[in-house]
């Protein structure tokens, strides 16, 4: 369990595409907290508008994303993960609620480095992982309220997790 608050900028709805950087930065804090980082972009753009036969909203997407933290000892890098998705989503309106899911192929992968300073212990730790989930089934609701939306969704592939949120504007 790991909470996170994202700020996201979106410009968007330029002949049916948008676009959206994130970016985070996470002072050291003490020993206790490294120093680190979590960035990423997106881009969208809209298959529906192009065939109006399809009665939901489609749209064609790729995002991909970078976090690093820095190990506060010793000034190296503790860990660095990077990962991509592409894919469609789908979505229906219903007045306040809307239904959306996505289908898509994603990589991720990591790379640990720890170098102990502890003298009974000392050395270096590395390895590297590659994300076990190369495809993903999306389901989700978002409730529009003005100028506030709440959303929670479902992610089904080699990993299964949940993630909701709040989210302000159009």
């Given at each position: 369990?790991?909470?996170?608050?994202?700020?996201?900028?979106?410009?968007?709805?330029?002949?049916?595409?948008r676009a959206a950087?994130?970016?985070?930065?996470?002072?050291?804090?003490?020993?206790?907290?490294?120093?680190?980082?979590?960035?990423?972009?997106?881009?969208?753009?809209?298959?529906?508008?192009?065939?109006?036969?399809i009665?939901?909203?489609?749209?064609a997407?790729?995002?991909?994303?970078?976090?690093?933290?820095?190990?506060s000892e010793?000034?190296?890098?503790l860990?660095?993960?990077?990962?991509?998705?592409?894919?469609l989503?789908?979505?229906?309106?219903?007045?306040?609620?809307?239904?959306?899911?996505?289908?898509?192929?994603?990589?991720?992968?990591?790379?640990?480095?720890?170098?102990?300073?502890?003298?009974?212990?000392?050395?270096?730790?590395?390895?590297?992982?590659?994300?076990?989930?190369?495809?993903?089934?999306?389901?989700?609701?978002?409730?529009?309220?003005?100028?506030?939306?709440?959303?929670?969704?479902?992610?089904?592939?080699?990993?299964?997790?949940?993630?909701?949120?709040?989210g302000?504007?159009?």
């Amino acid at each position: 369990f790991f909470p996170l608050v994202a700020p996201q900028l979106t410009i968007g709805d330029v002949f049916g595409t948008r676009a959206a950087v994130r970016y985070i930065f996470i002072p050291k804090l003490g020993e206790a907290m490294p120093e680190g980082k979590t960035w990423g972009f997106g881009i969208q753009h809209s298959i529906s508008q192009w065939i109006s036969a399809i009665p939901l909203d489609v749209a064609a997407f790729y995002t991909y994303g970078v976090t690093t933290v820095d190990w506060s000892e010793g000034g190296g890098r503790l860990f660095d993960c990077s990962g991509y998705s592409y894919g469609l989503l789908a979505s229906k309106q219903f007045s306040v609620l809307t239904v959306y899911g996505a289908l898509a192929a994603e990589s991720s992968s990591m790379a640990v480095k720890y170098q102990s300073t502890d003298p009974i212990a000392p050395g270096t730790i590395t390895f590297d992982l590659e994300g076990a989930s190369k495809f993903r089934v999306t389901a989700g609701l978002s409730l529009s309220l003005g100028f506030f939306k709440l959303f929670a969704d479902a992610n089904f592939g080699k990993v299964t997790h949940f993630s909701g949120g709040i989210g302000f504007g159009n």
